[in-house]
């Protein structure tokens, strides 16, 4: 008669082996150690560990910070990342600025020049009338360049775009306390983190389509 104790490194194995061969040998396996349960319930029940390892394969999460240079931390810097995302962008970016500084025209550059090449953009904006950083941005907007100004909700002038997110190709995600200037890149002590992640990366895309929708965001 099988036994129950099944060995649960050899049972992730199989799966992780399956996973990548297209094989079935873990439901066999769950069969022969839990003949009580049916077919179609050792599949349900591999089926659902083979989805947590993919999650666990592909959604990766690491800290980013900035910090003075002297303070020595185990994580990247706001400023490389910023600057690698929006360089590697393929497709698409999605970036808001809080605050927008002449520290950051140079990726300014980098995002037109992207958009020229047809990669979209949406650029969504706090207060755009108080940033002359995005004059420039604002002269080479075209149906891949697309900019958002925040329209404050029920006249309170208080309330702000405040989130800091930057998000490409539908797979790569920033969310910092960082601002898009020399301090938030360099100065100040900032934390945020990378998520490589679609689903994440396609929530963050949702809601900010949904912000546009309900007006909160006016096109420029």
């Known amino acids: ?104 025209s140079d990726l300014v550059d980098v995002i037109i020049n992207k958009s020229q090449r047809g990669i979209f953009v949406k650029f969504f904006v706090n207060d755009i009338e108080s940033q002359q950083e995005f004059d420039k941005i604002l002269r080479y907007k075209s149906r891949f360049l697309n900019i958002y100004n925040y329209k404050p909700v029920d006249d309170d002038k208080m309330s702000a775009l405040h989130a800091k997110v930057l998000s490409v190709d539908g797979q790569s995600t920033l969310i910092t306390s960082a601002n898009l200037s020399y301090h938030g890149q360099q100065g100040n002590i900032e934390l945020g983190t990378k998520i490589e992640s679609k689903s994440i990366a396609k929530q963050i895309d949702d809601i900010f389509t949904k912000l546009i929708f309900s007006k909160v965001f006016v096109q420029l």
């Open 1 to 104: 008669m099988p036994g129950r104790d099944i060995n649960k490194e050899i049972l992730i194995n199989t799966i992780k082996s399956d996973y990548s061969n297209g094989t079935s040998n873990s439901v066999e396996l769950l069969k022969r150690n839990y003949p009580e349960l049916s077919h179609q319930k050792c599949e349900d029940i591999a089926e659902l560990i083979t989805e947590a390892i993919a999650t666990n394969d592909t959604d990766k999460v690491s800290i980013v910070a900035t910090a003075p240079p002297s303070f020595a931390i185990n994580a990247r810097t706001t400023m490389s990342v910023v600057n690698s995302m929006i360089n590697s962008a393929e497709r698409n970016i999605l970036i808001t600025g809080y605050s927008l500084s002449s520290y950051f």
